[in-house]
């Protein structure tokens, strides 16, 4: 495996947005980015600590839950290349990150890039 290529977005937000609305405005996602093969190791921490939950792996792709609060923990490794050795953001939305509560769920996309 090459990577995974990871989004993040406003779990119920997504549940109500029409399928392909991309207005940054009302869009649900959050982020978006690339990682090397262990790029997902923070997650798997949280998952570890019971600060995530996993809604699927077996099946393509990983499917996780998390909050704002933790995403925030990860974010200055996501914008700086440390410490989980991102390769490209390819979407931050830092006014709608800062404009959810903490405790507003996110899923979180993994695809394998292999």
């Not at 980015?33 to 995530?52: M, P, S, Y």
Request: hydrophobic fraction near 35%; aromatic fraction near 12%.
């Amino acid at each position: 495996m090459s990577g995974w290529s990871i989004s993040v977005s406003d779990y119920e937000k997504l549940k109500a947005e029409p399928y392909g609305a991309r207005d940054d405005k009302r869009c649900s996602y959050v982020a978006s980015w690339e990682t090397d093969w262990d790029g997902l190791d923070w997650i798997e921490t949280l998952l570890a600590d019971g600060r995530a939950t996993l809604i699927s792996r077996n099946i393509y792709p990983n499917h996780y839950r998390i909050t704002v609060r933790e995403l925030a923990q990860f974010l200055p490794g996501v914008l700086s290349d440390e410490p989980y050795r991102w390769k490209t953001v390819r979407k931050f939305n830092s006014e709608i990150l800062a404009a959810l509560p903490p405790e507003t769920e996110l899923d979180v996309i993994a695809y394998d890039l292999s």
